[in-house]
Nanobody
Framework: QVQLVESGGGLVQAGGSLRLSCAAS????????MGWFRQAPGKEREFVGFISASGGWKRYADPVKGRFTISRDNAKNTVYLQMNSLKPEDTAVYYC????????????????WGQGTQVTVSS
């Protein structure tokens, strides 16, 4: 499996921006679909978006569409989540995840996970 480490979380005011990074190691990064998920206190983990192995196909959850952008640099074994126009309801622990095969939106479809990074948006 691929090992994943997220970074870039923090505290930001509403309307601000953050960029999360997820560095991968251990396997051929370019073989993997990468997903971003988040989990707020007391809530289930929810899908944020995915990017295909080549980077040519992306999909986002409705709450973040138009505000968040996923990109990847296969030469650097890194996937990014650019978050703009942040809202207090975006507050959560953000996780990156990896899977081989076709892109998917279910957490159960991803076999490798990072440890998560906290994002807090103040109003």
């Amino acid at each position: 499996q691929v090992q994943l480490v997220e970074s870039g979380g923090g505290l930001v005011q509403a309307g601000g921006s953050l960029r999360l990074s997820c560095a991968a190691s251990g396997r051929t990064f370019s073989d993997y679909v990468m997903g971003w998920f988040r989990q707020a206190p007391g809530k289930e983990r929810e899908f944020v978006g995915f990017i295909s192995a080549s980077g040519g196909w992306k999909r986002y959850a409705d709450p973040v569409k138009g505000r968040f952008t996923i990109s990847r640099d296969n030469a650097k074994n890194t996937v990014y989540l650019q978050m703009n126009s942040l809202k207090p309801e975006d507050t959560a622990v953000y996780y990156c995840a990896a899977r081989r095969g076709v892109p998917a939106m279910g957490a159960e479809d991803f076999g490798s996970w990072g440890q998560g990074t906290q994002v807090t948006v103040s109003s």
